[in-house]
T-cell receptor, first 113, second 114 residues
């Protein structure tokens, strides 16, 4: 049973560019959440997707957007990258329908230069 | 919104001793409190969780207690072992309200001294 997977593992981008990160949830899970983890900090909630809709959003600007596909996989897009966007981006999946346990993927390390 | 405070930021204990990490939360509507363990360069791993209708939960050497009145919850690790060394995060959310994004504490770096 595959757990949560994310791609790519690492990414280096230049300020002002755009980036797309991908996540496949654990088998049987239909809800995907995205988090940003800066070095030495706890993960910060970006948004959560269920039934292809964004159903909750954290305190992140509109430069951060997402999408969920019919197979429950998800993308995180970040436009107009800033140096401060450098972080580990974590995807977590949960079974949905009010079951709150979230299981994390290995993350994508984004470096903005 | 929810705010989670976690203490201490670093905890060093002798192998075999117990470790306790404490968290407080601000939103009285929060009803789900997970704990994650993150080893260097790895993903956060869910190690134990507790819901607001329960005061204590145990799983082998780890236990979590919840005091809803005081809005705090704690992680207890007994008979610590070298493999317990990691960063531990507490989190909180209101589950069942339509969405359950987690609010995390800043983490506790647990060091097990041989």
């Amino acid at each position: 049973d595959a757990g949560v997977t994310q791609s790519p593992t690492h990414l280096i981008k230049t300020r002002g560019q755009q980036v797309t990160l991908r996540c496949s949830p654990k088998s049987g899970h239909d809800t995907v959440s995205w988090y940003q983890q800066a070095l030495g900090q706890g993960p910060q909630f970006i948004f959560q997707y269920y039934e292809e809709e964004e159903r909750q959003r954290g305190n992140f600007p509109d430069r951060f957007s997402g999408h969920q596909f019919p197979n429950y996989s998800s993308e995180l897009n970040v436009n107009a990258l800033l140096l401060g966007d450098s972080a580990l981006y974590l995807c977590a999946s949960s079974p949905g329908a009010g079951v709150p346990e979230q299981y994390f993927g290995p993350g994508t390390r984004l470096t903005v230069t | 919104g929810e705010n989670v405070e976690q203490h201490p930021s670093t905890l060093s204990v002798q192998e075999g001793d117990s470790a306790v990490i404490k968290c407080t939360y601000s939103d009285s509507a929060s009803n789900y409190f997970p704990w994650y363990k993150q080893e260097l360069g790895k993903r956060p791993q869910l190690i134990i969780d507790i819901r607001s209708n329960v005061g204590e939960k145990k799983d082998q050497r780890i236990a979590v207690t919840l005091n809803k009145t005081a809005k705090h919850f704690s992680l207890h690790i007994t008979e610590t072992q070298p493999e317990d060394s990691a960063v531990y995060f507490c989190a909180a959310t209101h589950s069942g309200g339509g969405a359950d994004g987690l609010t995390f504490g800043k983490g506790t770096h647990l060091i097990i001294q041989p």
